[in-house]
Each structure stands twice: as C-alpha cells, then as structure tokens.
C-alpha cells in the first residue's frame, strides 16, 4: 500500500470515529478547490447582488429556492434566519438543527430560551439582533460538512450581511468557525483571538470584525462550558460599549 493510500485510509477512519462519537466534522476548502469555484459554484453577479441588497425579501426568496448543493434533498426548508434587519449585531450558528427544520426557526427550542438569557444577561433583547446560519438547510446527523456547501452558503451569508450592515459578526460553534475561517483550531483557540480582527477567506467579508463563542446547541450538550461563555458574554458587552462611545 502507497504512503498516500495509507494517509487516506487514516482521514477516512478519523471521520468514522468522529461520526460514531456524534462529532461534526468539516472539509477544509484548499487553494485549488478555491480557484475552482466559479466551475463548482453559479454565483450572483453584481447587478444580481445589488438588487437582493435593497430588498430583503429576495434575499429569503433566493435562499428558499435554493438547490446549489445536496443538502436541499434532505430539508424541509431551507431558512434564512430571524430579526432585526437593521441589528448591529449578526449570530451565525453553523446551520439550522432537524428541530429548526421541522419549526421553521433558527435556534428555536431550548436553544432559543438559553440564549435569550444570554443576550439579556447583558442587556440585550433577542429582537434586537439577527441570528442566522452559515449553511441554509438543516445539516444530517453525522454529516462531513463538505467544501462546495460551504462554498454554497457563503453568497447567501454575504448578501445577508450587506443588507443588515451590522457593526460586528459573532460565529457560535466550533464547526461553524473552523467551516467559515478555515483552520483547523479549537473554540478556545478561536476565542483567545477575539480581540483580533480575523479575515474570512473566499468572500467578501473581511472588513467585518469576528468574535467567537459557543452555540447554544454546543452549551446544552456540554453545560460545563456556560461559565466560559459567560466572560465571552461579558468581553462583548465590553466591545459593544467601546464602540458606542
């Protein structure tokens, strides 16, 4: 067997661990995949782009209809996101759960009343920020989120923010990050990086400023990590205040 033979073998038996444990994985996008994404990917040109920016409503039209990768066999709906067009403040989970698809909601459920306790412990009221998703369609139990998905939704997470203008995007969840930055790095690694300003590759994002934390998802399953959510709470409140003086 060829060394390369054996690398694949042992990035095939990582991903099956991986999925036995319940554990997301990712595919990282490459510079070639990249280089290849006009080919792979229909992408809205710019005329297209400004229109869907005036208008939200064609920005939700276009992400309901939208059938760029393979994930849309396996969705109810496909959903957009919820609140406040006009927030300065963006969330983005990495997708909608199978519950959201059934609701119609993104982070709905328990996921909905933990993290408005969250937002309020700082003074914030869920109505006032938008929350969406960096893939549209409901991701399947023990799913390898895959490089043309990614790919797929970041047009649709780009007009979104372009129409909103918010003055900050929060990413919440390990998979979401690593599928959105592209590095292979823990939360925590992420997260000690909030006071940087971090670029997203292969979009149009990169004037925004990221910050990172937990999902709610992620908190339910793991409540240990609720106290380190909370200084990352309390860091963006801080944030927030430098900002608005």
Not at 13 to 31: K, N
Not at 65 to 76: A, I, P, S, V, Y
Not at 129 to 151: D, Q, W
Not at 182 to 210: F, G, H, W
Request: hydrophobic share 35%; aromatic share 4%; with cysteine.
């Amino acid at each position: 067997m060829s060394r390369l033979e054996t690398e694949q073998l042992d990035e095939n038996t990582r991903r099956y661990y991986l999925d036995v444990m319940g554990i997301q994985c990712w595919e990282l996008i490459d510079s070639q995949q990249s280089g290849n994404r006009q080919e792979e990917v229909s992408t809205f040109d710019d005329s297209n782009r400004d229109v869907a920016v005036k208008n939200s409503s064609n920005i939700v039209e276009t992400i309901q209809q939208c059938t760029k990768c393979g994930l849309h066999k396996t969705r109810k709906q496909a959903l957009a996101g919820r609140g406040n067009q006009s927030a300065k403040l963006l969330f983005v989970v990495l997708s909608p759960s199978a519950s959201d698809d059934e609701s119609g909601i993104v982070c709905g459920g328990e996921a909905d009343v933990l993290f408005s306790k969250m937002l309020a412990a700082i003074n914030i009221d869920i109505n006032d920020v938008y929350l969406s998703s960096l893939l549209k369609c409901s991701v399947p139990k023990n799913h390898t989120v895959s490089a043309k998905e990614i790919r797929s939704c970041i047009d649709h997470l780009t007009l979104q923010i372009q129409q909103i203008q918010p003055k900050l995007l929060v990413v919440l969840g390990e998979t979401a990050v690593r599928c959105l930055l592209q590095k292979d790095l823990s939360i925590d690694d992420y997260r000690a990086m909030n006071d940087e300003l971090l670029a997203v590759p292969y979009s149009k994002l990169e004037s925004l400023p990221l910050f990172v934390s937990y999902s709610p998802e992620e908190l339910l399953q793991r409540p240990e990590n609720k106290r380190k959510a909370w200084s990352d709470l309390q860091q963006l409140q801080k944030m927030l205040e430098r900002t608005s003086a």
